[in-house]
């Protein structure tokens, strides 16, 4: 699978909508990626979060439940 740019979302419990951009070549791998990018800035989702993927080229959106990325890691 190639690397596409990526934009994950979610809106956070005080309706704060935050984004972050990262290069994935899977849906999860890009999940992980901005987690990790969202707790650097301390605005991490919390486990009933919904993250929105948008994959660029061809442009595609996908919304993960914080739940299933859990059940992806381990």
Same mark, same amino acid.
């Given at each position: 699978?190639? $690397? ?5 979302? @979610?809106?956070? !419990? &005080? ?15 890009? $999940? ?5 990018? @969202?707790?650097? !800035? &301390? ?32």
């Amino acid at each position: 699978m190639p $690397v596409r740019a990526c934009t994950v979302s @979610f809106t956070g !419990h &005080d309706g704060i909508r935050h984004s972050v951009n990262v290069q994935a070549e899977t849906l999860y791998e890009g $999940v992980a990626l901005a987690v990790r990018a @969202f707790r650097e !800035h &301390d605005c991490t989702p919390g486990p009933a979060s919904q993250l929105e993927v948008e994959a660029k080229s061809p442009s595609v959106t996908h919304t993960v439940s914080m739940k299933k990325v859990q059940e992806w890691l381990a």
